[in-house]
């Protein structure tokens, strides 16, 4: 069993933005800049705001982070996008999700310019992902093929399943694997024999947001076994949607509940932003 260590990729990555972030300041004489709006006073959302807004610093970009009581009204913060979307600093925003309930979410994410829909949640994203001409790819799933690629890990051919029909991980996730033309399932909730399903699979993708819902005899030998999922078990412990401890002695590849994923999805929203500001220099 290898581990897929998100951490240590990321830092490859990150170095590597760093050093075209340098050559884009220079060229242009300005920096890429990320805008993150927070409505509310979510604990994990702020947690995430934060390390998002760290990495920026870490790389060289402009960053802009507004902090909205929950009390902001849709009309306000629908001006506040479009005074982002306008703003030449800014090429990429990013609305950190739930916003509060009196919010709607779909309109606000379609208020976002799709040439800063550095998140790729808005209809026009998502259409470009589902043909295969992407500007920008959703972080999570964008993050696993990363994943994929650092490790030598081949998708074509392969038979991948992935559990989780969300439009921000399932959905996204599917298609890029499709598009490395692997042999997608996407599995749910409503799935009948599910078990019998992801024995089957090469590659499990697993964002069904259970803890520990994958176990050992729902995996192949020699699987490569992709967790998403961020939980807290019963002794209030981070882990994720796969019983690591029993999972990675049949596994190939397994990623780590936390080291996984989560350090990818953040370097993934750089690499958008980046490419969102040598778009817009183009």
Same mark, same amino acid.
């Given at each position: 069993?290898?581990?897929?260590?998100?951490?240590?990729?990321?830092?490859?990555?990150?170095?590597?933005?760093?050093?075209?972030?340098? *050559?884009?300041?220079?060229?242009?004489? &300005?920096?890429?800049?990320? =805008?993150?709006?927070?409505? %509310? #006073?979510?604990?994990?959302?702020?947690?995430?705001?934060?390390? &998002?807004?760290?990495? @920026?610093?870490?790389? %060289?970009?402009?960053?802009?982070?507004?902090?909205?009581?929950? *009390?902001?009204?849709?009309?306000?913060?629908?001006?506040?996008?479009?005074?982002?979307?306008?703003?030449? &600093?800014?090429?990429?925003?990013?609305?950190?999700?739930?916003?509060?309930?009196?919010?709607?979410?779909?309109?606000?994410?379609?208020?976002?310019?799709?040439?800063?829909?550095?998140?790729?949640?808005?209809?026009?994203? /998502?259409?470009?992902?589902?043909?295969?001409?992407?500007?920008?790819?959703? @972080?999570?799933? =964008? %993050?696993?093929? =990363?994943?994929?690629?650092?490790?030598? $890990?081949?998708?074509?051919?392969?038979?991948?399943?992935?559990?989780?029909? *969300?439009? $921000?991980?399932?959905?996204?996730? !599917?298609?890029?694997?499709?598009?490395?033309?692997?042999?997608?399932?996407? @599995?749910? *909730?409503?799935?009948?024999?599910?078990?019998?399903?992801?024995? #089957? =699979?090469?590659?499990?993708?697993? !964002? $069904? %947001?259970?803890?520990?819902? /994958?176990?050992?005899?729902?995996?192949?030998d020699g699987a490569v076994v992709i967790d998403v999922?961020?939980?807290?078990? #019963?002794?209030?412990?981070?882990?994720?949607?796969?019983?690591?401890?029993?999972?990675? #002695?049949?596994?190939?590849?397994?990623?780590?509940?936390?080291?996984? @994923?989560?350090?990818?999805?953040?370097?993934?929203?750089?690499?958008?932003?980046?490419?969102?500001? &040598?778009?817009?220099?183009?």
């Open positions: 069993m290898t581990l897929l260590d998100g951490k240590l990729t990321s830092k490859k990555l990150r170095a590597r933005f760093a050093e075209q972030v340098r *050559s884009y300041e220079e060229t242009y004489g &300005k920096k890429p800049g990320l =805008a993150v709006i927070l409505v %509310g #006073e979510d604990p994990a959302s702020q947690t995430y705001v934060k390390n &998002k807004e760290l990495a @920026c610093l870490e790389v %060289g970009f402009y960053s802009e982070v507004h902090r909205l009581p929950e *009390s902001t009204t849709q009309e306000e913060l629908l001006e506040l996008i479009a005074k982002l979307n306008a703003d030449d &600093k800014i090429h990429g925003i990013l609305v950190q999700l739930p916003v509060p309930r009196h919010i709607d979410e779909v309109t606000v994410i379609e208020a976002i310019d799709p040439k800063k829909d550095v998140d790729a949640f808005g209809y026009a994203s /998502v259409g470009r992902i589902m043909v295969g001409n992407p500007d920008f790819l959703p @972080c999570t799933p =964008a %993050g696993v093929m =990363a994943l994929l690629d650092e490790y030598d $890990i081949p998708v074509e051919g392969k038979n991948a399943v992935v559990i989780g029909r *969300s439009n $921000i991980v399932g959905k996204p996730q !599917a298609m890029l694997l499709l598009h490395k033309n692997a042999t997608v399932t996407v @599995c749910h *909730s409503k799935t009948q024999n599910l078990a019998d399903i992801t024995r #089957e =699979a090469d590659i499990l993708v697993v !964002a $069904i %947001g259970r803890a520990k819902f /994958v176990t050992q005899d729902m995996v192949k999922g961020m939980n807290r078990d #019963e002794n209030g412990r981070l882990c994720g949607d796969v019983d690591f401890d029993a999972v990675k #002695e049949k596994a190939s590849f397994i990623t780590p509940v936390p080291g996984g @994923c989560g350090p990818m999805t953040i370097t993934m929203l750089l690499q958008n932003t980046l490419t969102a500001a &040598k778009n817009a220099a183009k």
